[in-house]
């Protein structure tokens, strides 16, 4: 059984795993790459399908979003009770109808956001078990399956009108359990991967998913932690890229492509300016505008240090 994503999240990469495979080094394809290193996590659809193709001896995972952080540590560690409570979440939620179906996603909500400042991040507990499980729930229940959070770190978004939501695939959980048993699971931000103690070996590999720079006034959806990432942190990003390949690591990077909206806008060019000749451009599909009319065929762009 292949393992799959078991967040719904916006700007996943599961449509774009074939293409992005063919910019993966050659190191990783003929089997020397045995680390991984991923500090943009999200929903993971890039992790699961390398530690599935390649032989990843062991992998390293950030995200600076502590909800997600729980939930994947979660799904590790208590992987059957957490099935266990989904599925008796499921049972109730699909004998409802829409108005109670919203009113229980609603009190799910507030329970959540209710509970966040007495919620310890750092430790587990019997507590993370109901909080994973209301995590899942909401994202597979929410509009359009996102993930958002206001500046206080409050879960927000809306009720989504889905007939038969899928709330929990157990095969699944207990495949990706077995996935992340190989990982470290770190809470934080990205720079760590900068410091002297990181835990680089030989032949390293790191795929970076950043929050998205927006590609118009509009499109501006990068709220996925409290933390803002705006150019200043893109450009942080780019400085410790360049130092990382001094250290003889692999590294590849996604984002969008600011010349889908001007032709002229060469800020990812000027910002990795050592990579030109390594700078691509892969098609894809916008799906998480509000608008269906702005959604459809764009540009992503793919940065890596070394010749594809």
Not at 115 to 121: S, T, Y
Not at 152 to 162: I, L
């Amino acid at each position: 059984m292949s393992v799959r994503p078991f967040l719904k999240w916006a700007g996943g990469k599961g449509q774009l795993l074939d293409k992005l495979s063919g910019y993966f080094p050659k190191a990783l394809r003929d089997g020397s790459v045995r680390n991984y290193f991923e500090p943009f996590l999200g929903g993971g659809a890039m992790f699961f399908h390398v530690m599935q193709k390649f032989p990843i001896d062991s992998a390293y995972l950030m995200d600076a979003n502590e909800e997600l952080v729980l939930l994947y540590k979660t799904v590790r560690r208590a992987t059957e009770p957490l099935i266990s409570v989904l599925e008796q979440m499921e049972r109730d939620y699909l004998k409802l109808g829409e108005a109670k179906r919203k009113a229980r996603y609603l009190r799910v909500r507030e329970e959540l956001n209710s509970a966040r400042p007495g919620m310890d991040f750092r430790k587990y507990s019997q507590a993370w078990v109901e909080r994973a499980s209301q995590i899942l729930f909401l994202n597979k229940t929410c509009y359009n399956g996102l993930f958002r959070v206001n500046r206080a770190g409050g879960f927000n978004v809306p009720f989504g009108k889905y007939v038969r939501p899928t709330i929990v695939d157990a095969e699944n959980l207990r495949g990706a359990a077995k996935l992340l048993a190989k990982a470290t699971i770190r809470w934080g931000d990205f720079g760590y991967l900068g410091r002297t103690d990181a835990p680089f070996k030989t032949g390293s590999f790191i795929y970076y998913d950043p929050p998205y720079r927006p590609i118009s006034s509009t499109s501006s959806f990068t709220s996925y932690s409290k933390l803002p990432f705006g150019d200043a942190e893109q450009a942080r990003l780019a400085a410790m890229f360049t130092a990382l390949h001094r250290q003889g690591i692999y590294q590849m990077l996604s984002n969008s492509d600011p010349k889908n909206s001007d032709p002229k806008d060469d800020f990812f060019e000027n910002l990795y300016s050592s990579y030109r000749s390594t700078i691509y451009r892969v098609p894809a599909s916008r799906s998480i505008n509000s608008k269906a009319a702005h959604r459809g065929r764009i540009n992503e762009i793919v940065i890596t240090n070394y010749k594809a």
